[in-house]
Structure formats: structure tokens, C-alpha cells
């Protein structure tokens, strides 16, 4: 069964970096428009960033546009999500999921096989 794994998270100052990978050994992730999400305590999962298998086009929400980079690692069958100039408000789980469709957009709904999730705290 296609499970997703996430890694790279982690306890960072404000104004650091972070690495995100998403993986699986079941399937090529080329194939697949992924996403990434995060969920905060007592709040709403928010959809971050995908990119779409059908062009490699890419999509940010604005909360994260121009710090975040979402890319593909076709050799090593990753997908990427970059994160520069973290502030305390990353804080959260971050998920990455298999787009249901080659659209990408960050719709909770749009997507199925959640990893389990990897930690980013930011804090000094």
C-alpha cells in the first residue's frame, strides 16, 4: 500500500532553514501531483505547496510565497519542500500527500495517502 514518509523536520532558530523531504519505495513520485500541508495545535490543517505532474507547475499559499521552495528529486524519488526564513509561526506538523488528480491545489480533499507527519519547531 502507497504510504508517504516524511523527514528532515526539526528544531530551528527564527530566520533558519529547513529541508523537507517526502518519499516512498512503493511508487515514482513523478507520476503524482504532490502537496505538502501542516497542522498546528488547535488549528486547521493549511495547504502550503504542490506541484503538479502533469507540467512540474508549482503553487505557494501566500503565508509561505517566497520563503518555501517545492521541488522534485526524480533520482531519489523525493519531493522537496525548502523552507527558508523561518518564523515561530511555522511552527507546526508538516505532511506531504498524493494528489487524487494531476491539479494541483492545496485542497485537503484533493489528496489521499498522508504520511505520518515530521515536526518543525521554531524557536530561539
Not at 506541484?51 to 507547475?57: A, H, M
Not at 526524480?74 to 506531504?96: F, G, H, I, R, W
Not at 492545496?106 to 530561539?124: A, I, R
Amino acid at each position: 500500500q502507497l504510504q508517504l514518509v516524511e523527514s528532515g523536520g526539526g528544531l530551528v532558530q527564527p530566520g533558519g532553514s529547513l529541508r523537507l523531504s517526502c518519499s516512498t519505495s512503493v511508487v515514482p513520485l513523478a507520476h503524482y501531483t504532490i502537496g505538502w500541508f501542516r497542522q498546528a495545535p488547535g488549528k486547521e490543517r493549511e495547504g502550503l505547496s504542490c506541484i503538479s505532474s502533469s507540467d512540474g507547475s508549482t503553487y505557494y499559499t501566500d503565508s509561505v510565497k517566497g520563503r518555501f521552495t517545492i521541488s522534485r528529486d526524480n533520482a531519489k524519488n523525493t519531493v522537496n519542500l525548502q523552507m527558508d526564513s523561518l518564523k515561530p509561526e511555522d511552527t507546526a506538523v508538516y505532511y506531504c500527500a498524493v494528489g487524487k488528480t494531476m491539479i494541483c491545489r492545496v485542497v485537503s480533499q484533493d489528496y489521499d495517502h498522508w504520511g505520518q507527519g515530521t515536526q518543525v519547531t521554531v524557536s530561539s
